[in-house]
């Protein structure tokens, strides 16, 4: 059974247009994390939430914004995206901050 | 702020033979450190972690903890053309509470 269900796995998108990744994770953990994974940045930390709250924020665009409608589910929304914006982006989850495991992650294309 | 640097970025071993990677952090706080791997197309996964100064084996894989000259060491013994992958070293408890990824290095493994 999937234990991190990450949806889509790919997508596609032209610029300007708005999209959103959604993450659902199945651990139990409390909390959730995305993470973004291009050529410039090999991983590169962008939110953590915990218990659904916002802990920590690295990422500098506010085109960028975390959901969380349930205590399991943490999706992104991207706005106005750019080509720069092209990456594949993971979610993972923890208990606390106790070792993160990860989604297979979707491949965002911003064409 | 919490620096994470990994060395080699990338490595060659033949299979059969020794891999050694390491990884050097700044914040003499941090307390929990892991070694992360990620195969080509899927996200990264948790390989072992290690909180204790010294060394910790499992299977063929031993890693090592030096808190005081910071610096945790990842070595894969007899290394098999599937254990080609980024691997990523993870650094948490400092005194900012989240983990920490180096930037990887990459390990190919020849037949």
């Known amino acids: 059974d999937p234990k991190i269900i990450q949806k889509p796995k790919y997508l596609v998108a032209v610029t300007g247009s708005e999209k959103i990744l959604i993450c659902e994770q199945y651990?139990?953990?409390?909390?959730m994390y995305w993470y973004r994974q291009s050529a410039k940045k090999p991983l590169e930390f962008m939110f953590s939430?915990?218990?659904?709250?916002?802990?920590d924020n690295q990422t500098a665009s506010s085109r960028f914004q975390p959901q969380s409608s349930k205590k399991n589910h943490l999706d992104l929304q991207i706005t106005a995206l750019k080509p720069d914006d092209s990456a594949t982006y993971f979610c993972?989850?923890?208990?606390?901050?106790?070792?993160?495991?990860f989604g297979p992650g979707t491949r965002l294309t911003v064409l | 702020q919490q620096k994470v640097q990994q060395s080699p970025e990338s490595l060659i071993v033949p299979e059969g033979g020794m891999a050694s990677l390491n990884c050097t952090f700044s914040?003499?706080?941090?307390?929990y450190f892991w070694w992360y791997r990620q195969h080509s197309g899927e996200g990264p996964k948790a390989l072992m972690?290690?909180?204790?100064?010294g060394d910790k084996k499992e299977g063929r894989f031993t890693a090592h903890l030096n808190k005081a000259s910071l610096h945790v060491s990842l070595h894969i013994k007899d290394s098999q053309p599937s254990d080609s992958a980024l691997y990523f070293c993870?650094?948490?408890?400092?005194?900012?509470?989240?983990?920490?990824f180096g930037d990887g290095t990459q390990l190919v493994v020849k037949p």
């Open positions: 939430y915990s218990y659904q709250k916002l802990m």
């Open positions: 914040d003499r706080n941090s307390q």
């Open positions: 972690s290690i909180f204790s100064n």
């Open positions: 993870a650094v948490a408890g400092g005194s900012n509470n989240r983990i920490f």
């Open positions: 993972a989850s923890s208990q606390d901050n106790w070792g993160q495991y």
């Open positions: 651990l139990g953990h409390n909390a």
